[in-house]
């Protein structure tokens, strides 16, 4: 784990960012830049009492890669069956581009265009 944290400084594709909110670690957030999208993933704390941790995680990443990278895609990667997740991600305009399989496991790929996010202010 340590070799990952210290190659982390030297790759300029790769971001990695600790979520904090009232002195507590609620998550944390990742994002692969690509030349014209984002794949962005984040894992909440299962340990914290805060409510819509998601819901939140899932705006810091919106917000990230249309206002601060100005990208105009951003992707993910979820498990088929972890439909809580899609939910979330279909409520802020995500869709189905691709269905693949990793060791027999069936991944969805969604995207969300810039051009269609009603999820931010102008």
């Known amino acids: 784990h340590k070799n990952f944290i210290k190659k982390l400084k030297y790759n300029t594709k790769k971001s ?59 992707s993910l990667e979820v498990f088929s069956n972890n439909t809580q997740v899609i939910n979330l991600h279909r409520k802020f305009g995500f869709s189905i581009v691709q269905e693949f399989f990793i060791k027999k496991q069936k991944i969805l790929k969604m995207s969300l265009k810039q051009s269609d996010c009603k999820a931010l202010l102008s």
């Open 16 to 74: 990695y960012f600790c979520v904090i909110l009232d002195n507590q670690i609620i998550g944390n957030i990742n994002f692969y830049i690509r030349e014209n999208e984002i794949d962005f993933g984040f894992y909440a704390n299962p340990f914290s009492k805060i409510l819509g941790i998601g819901r939140i995680l899932e705006q810091i990443g919106i917000y990230y890669a249309f206002k601060i990278i100005n990208v105009p895609i951003l």
